[in-house]
């Protein structure tokens, strides 16, 4: 038997080197029982998507930092103002507000416009105020217009009473209130606020409206004067003096028949807007009279812009000055803070006096409205300022508001020529921001000075 050896493998050496060690962790993270995380690049997808995101989100915060910046510099511009001792039988300063639902929008977009640009000066003022809003167009021009002719009734101007005029002495009871307990009122510079192209063209038409027009509505040209029937000269029709056992008899007919009397058609009755008529044409401007009050100027009007744009289409627009409201911001502010501040007013040019540059006309930040009168458009009856303020605001209007239907029987005040009277038109003037405040205001935007009079307080210990 031969000897049979085992069968030797070779059998491969084992390594003797050790697996490298994991790197060594923060010992605070460890204390704290966070777990291992090997920070790593992220993916394309990932990268794409937080730098959108971030990007998005730093214009955001951005804009809304240089927005309450830019309202905090005209509040504390104005803020002296309420700081100011009022006497306990003396009104405040009031101003007015104008502003209309927008061209195919709602009101609710004006009075947000409102409570975001506009109050937080105005509060910061400690100005008071009231709003006549118009849901649909004329109901502005027809407010101001009313406003006027009370003011001119107030002031001896003697008109016929109509119905329904027994209430308005109803609303002087306050004003004798106040007259009876020795409460006096404001005696400067009002003001009012137009906010948007469409509420600045009312305005303009109310304020023509009111003082040249009447104080008593025209009669209505649409209303039909009831007459009754004349006399028939038909033998066969009963006459009036006929008694009635006198009459013919009457036959039944039936209305299918060919004899039958045609049906006689019900008159059809005239569409009447909501909205009043006014009480002048723009065509009799010029043959109106002036009335007895009628002041040497008017109180100084600051017209603001509300750019809004509506359509699917316009959505990049729409972004952008979403992205960019630091700088309708800052311009509204502006103007506001001139208005709260009341110092100085100018007239508004019109064509027949020289074009003299305001001194706030300089601002890149309110292109829109400012004045440019070598810009005016061909064609127009009037070169004046009047017609060309926010007029950019006009080719933002939705397309549903420049057709013009059947039942438009009058006048469409913001698709008409604006027709001004250079008796009313003279008068009318504008808050501007003086040079002296308007550094100030550039130094508050630096931090280099706080607001008028906080060191004096505080030196008091207010």
Known sequence: MADSKPSTQEVPPVSSSKPPAPPERNPAFRMMGMPNISL???????????????????????????????????????????QQPLDSRAMPRKLTIFLSA?????????????????????VAGAMDWEVI???????????????????????????????????????????????NTGVKEWDGVGGDIVIGRHTWREYVRGLHEGWLGPLTPPPDPTSEILTLPSESTD??????????????????TDDNSPTAPPPTPEPSKPTKSSTPAPFISTTAYSSA???????????????????????????????????????????????????????YDRPYNTSSSPNTTPPDSSSELAPDITTNDSSTSTGKTSASEQTSLLEAEEADWHKSVRKRTPDDAGERVWLDEMVLDERVAGRMRRFVLGEEEERRAERIGRGEEAELGKDEREQGGV
């Open 235 to 252: 033998p066969s029709s009963p006459s009036l003096n006929t008694l009635p056992s006198e009459s013919p008899a009457q036959t039944p």
């Open 289 to 343: 009279p002036l009335p007895p009050s009628f002041p040497v100027s008017f109180d100084p009007s600051t017209p603001l812009p509300q750019p809004h744009i509506l359509g699917f289409l316009n959505t990049p627009i729409r972004i952008y000055r979403f992205l960019t409201r630091r700088r309708l911001a800052d311009a509204i502010g502006r103007e506001t803070a001139a208005l709260v501040l009341g110092a």
């Open 40 to 82: 790593k690049l992220p993916s394309r997808n990932w990268l794409i998507f937080l730098s959108f995101t971030g990007t998005i989100t730093s214009l955001i915060l951005y804009d809304r930092y240089e927005k309450r910046k830019a309202q905090r510099k005209w509040c504390t511009l104005v803020s002296h103002i309420a």
């Open 102 to 122: 927008p061209p195919g929008d709602g009101l609710r977009t004006s009075r947000d416009h409102f409570v975001e640009y506009i109050k937080p000066v105005l």
């Open 133 to 179: 809003e118009g849901r649909r167009e004329g109901e502005v021009r027809a407010g101001l217009a009313e406003k006027i002719r009370k003011l001119r009734k107030k002031q001896g101007e003697k008109a016929e009473m109509a119905a329904g005029e027994e209430a308005e002495a109803d609303e002087n009871i306050v004003g004798d209130i106040r007259k």
